[in-house]
């Protein structure tokens, strides 16, 4: 099951890149959690800071059966902690294209997959999952995140959490639906819960190009494709997202 193989570090620089450093030899659905991290990254490369208190952890995928779709594993994950914030802590969480967790409007987790590829196709997934829980909030970042415990009102125990995770990541989603004829069903689920649906009338605010409104036309985990005002096909794949 996912995390039976499990490493606790005290400290790493991040637990992604120590997966990337030993995936030959981790077997499949390795945890590797740690306490802290020094050099926590995000998407787009982004510093993600990662001091005690929160829950920093990544898991190995190389199956041999089961397919080795990237996105796929990072929808999975979107939909466990959507899960497990809602059934076991009775939060009302939602999942902010393309899959970030947010809880009152704000950041409590997210979430980076990589892959290590050979050729054309991944030799294995590393799914990282960060999520402020008991840890302080940077100056910067206490306006648009959160961490669980001000929203619950106590400190959550770490390995609790990280235990129904595994627990629901491997029982609900992995056996159930990682199969070929399956697994689609991850894709849906993932539509139906997230912020934005096709045919919403967004806002987008892009690094480059300004504000961009327009309908939502398709939904991928790299791209949103959107029909801007003048009729024209926009491709974005960041910023900042607002439904109108
Ligand atoms: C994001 O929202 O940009 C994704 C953040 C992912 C952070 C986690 S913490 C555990 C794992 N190790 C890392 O260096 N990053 C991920």
New binding site residues.
């Given amino acids: 099951m996912i995390g039976d193989n499990l490493i606790l570090l005290d400290k790493v620089d ?4 120590y997966i990337k450093k030993h995936w030959r030899e981790l077997p499949s659905e390795t945890v590797v959690w740690a306490l802290e ?1 020094t ?6 490369n ?1 510093r ?1 800071y ?1 001091p005690l208190g929160g829950l ?3 898991v190995l995928f190389k199956p041999r059966k089961r397919p080795l779709i990237p996105y796929y594993y990072l929808r999975m994950y979107s939909l466990v902690i959507y899960n497990v914030l809602k059934k076991k802590y009775k939060l009302n969480p939602i999942i902010k294209w393309p899959n ?1 967790i947010l809880i009152n409007s704000k ?1 409590v987790c ?3 997959g990589e892959s290590v590829y050979n050729g054309g196709s991944p030799s294995c997934v590393i799914v ?3 999520i402020n829980v008991n840890n302080e909030l940077r100056e910067e970042i206490s306006n648009s995140s959160i961490a669980l415990k001000d929203v619950v009102g106590k400190e959550i125990p770490l390995r609790k959490l990280l235990n129904e995770l595994n627990h629901v990541a491997y029982h609900s989603y992995y056996l159930k639906y990682f199969k070929p004829k399956a697994i689609s069903a991850i894709t849906k689920m993932w539509l139906n819960h997230l912020n934005v649906k096709v045919g919403d009338k967004v806002q987008v605010s892009t690094e480059n190009n300004g504000s961009i409104y327009g309908i939502v036309n398709d939904i991928q985990s790299d791209y949103l494709e959107i029909m801007d005002d003048n009729g024209e096909l926009r491709k974005i794949n960041s910023g900042e997202l607002i439904v109108i």
């Avoid at 991040?14 to 890149?17: I, K, L």
């Avoid at 050099?39 to 787009?44: I, T, V």
Wanted: glycine letters at 20%.
């Fill in positions: 991040s637990t992604n890149n991290q050099e926590g990254y995000g998407r787009k982004s993600w990662s920093w952890f990544s970030d950041k997210g979430i980076l990282g999952v960060g």
